[in-house]
């Protein structure tokens, strides 16, 4: 709070308490005096009874028209409470007057102690409105430079709040700096591998060309005898064994780039109202080739137009990934997929009839480069990662689970808001 509020609420604080104090001793004050009023008063009447025995009568009948006829309790060793009268008796309407007056004092008091209390927790009510409007301004990356007065308790917190969100956002914008450096460091490295893995698998075509004109011209002047046909199968065999490491290489490559796309947030997706159905029917199609050499069918029912908000190309890739891991993962099986619909999201399921994932591999399927205990030959661990980063980024979620019954199932969910 600013220091002219402090003073304000300080004020209230000294005049309520004084106030009440003030009526607390006046009340003990008015007792002490009307005892020593009773007391000089008895003192008098002692003595005047003392030298003049009638004069008592006198007295007596003075002090009940005074008292207006009150006789109760007596005090031993006192005339006027022989007498039958009490110290109350004397300070009469006075004493009334002191009561109000006290009470009146006291409820002031108490009234403007509230009312010091009341304005200081609206004042600190003001306060923490404020700062949780900046709060919510920081949470939105909005805020602005946070106005400090005073120097109370509730500044001091300000002051720390703020020096909390400078800190956070510069290490915000450094983690986004960091982040930057590595997708772009993750795109060189992509290009530089694209380089010599086109040179190499320019060398291994001609390889295998001039390989097979030598056969040809071998064959063909009948010096067939020079390589048994064993050993004119080895080249051939180095030769593919190169090739299918070429291609994984280029996959590694491309997904580098795809990564660090991502990464640098340059990845633009489309919005567009996409089918469940054809989604699922383009990816499967997609994969025909690989399905086909590992005897494998996919299963997608006709259930209705069912629309989502997403990229086709790019949600079809993280489709094709899923299934493609269930299908290195149930050689000879079935894919099955289902989808459905309701106001709050869309969700995909997609499963396969094979063993399901390692119970340890489940936390980590989705983590990059993460190659699970099943996990393929020729993997590279960033189809299943590369999947989540599609959907996520599509208002969508991606969990994988075992089925009760056996197989490995991923729930896809796309949000409607």
Request: glycine share 8%; hydrophobic share 45%; aromatic share 8%.
């Amino acid at each position: 709070m600013s220091g002219q509020k402090n003073i304000v609420i300080t004020l209230g604080l000294a005049l309520s308490v004084s106030l009440i104090a003030s009526v607390v001793s006046v009340l003990m004050a008015s007792c002490y005096y009307s005892r020593h009023q009773f007391d000089l008063l008895n003192v008098i009447c002692s003595e005047v009874a003392q030298q003049e025995p009638e004069a008592e009568r006198i007295i007596s009948a003075a002090l009940k028209e005074y008292t207006k006829g009150n006789l109760d309790g007596l005090e031993e060793g006192s005339v006027l409470s022989t007498l039958g009268y009490e110290m109350s008796d004397f300070p009469g309407s006075v004493s009334g007057q002191n009561v109000l007056f006290a009470a009146t004092g006291f409820m002031t008091g108490i009234l403007l102690l509230l009312f010091t209390f009341l304005y200081r927790n609206k004042k600190e009510a003001i306060r923490i409105r404020s700062l949780a409007a900046y709060l919510e301004q920081v949470n939105m990356g909005k805020a602005v430079i946070l106005s400090v007065s005073g120097e109370d308790d509730f500044s001091k917190l300000e002051d720390e709040i703020y020096k909390t969100v400078t800190f956070l956002y510069q290490t915000k914008e450094a983690a986004v700096q960091a982040k930057n450096d590595f997708a772009q460091n993750l795109s060189n490295i992509a290009h530089q591998i694209k380089t010599p893995i086109t040179a190499i698998s320019l060398s291994v075509q001609m390889m295998k060309q001039g390989l097979e004109d030598n056969a040809r011209v071998a064959q063909a002047t009948g010096n067939i005898d020079i390589y048994s046909r064993k050993e004119a199968g080895f080249p051939f065999m180095y030769l593919e064994q190169m090739r299918k490491q070429l291609s994984r290489l280029a996959h590694l490559e491309e997904a580098l780039l795809v990564l660090s796309r991502i990464d640098a947030g340059t990845l633009l997706l489309q919005k567009d109202k996409v089918d469940v159905y054809t989604l699922l029917v383009l990816a499967a199609d997609n994969l025909e080739e690989l399905l086909v050499s590992s005897c494998v069918s996919v299963d997608i029912p006709e259930l209705g137009e069912m629309l989502i908000i997403a990229d086709l190309d790019w949600t079809m890739e993280a489709m094709m990934n899923l299934m493609k891991n269930c299908m290195e993962h149930n050689p000879g099986g079935m894919i099955h997929c289902t989808y459905a619909q309701n106001p709050l999201y869309t969700e995909i399921l997609i499963w396969d009839e094979g063993e399901g994932f390692a119970k340890e591999d489940i936390p980590h399927l989705f983590e990059r480069f993460y190659r699970g205990q099943n996990a393929s030959e020729g993997g590279i661990g960033i189809g299943l990662a590369l999947s989540k980063e599609m959907i996520e980024r599509q208002n969508g979620t991606i969990r994988a689970v075992n089925k009760p019954g056996g197989g490995a199932l991923f729930e896809i969910r796309f949000y409607s808001h």
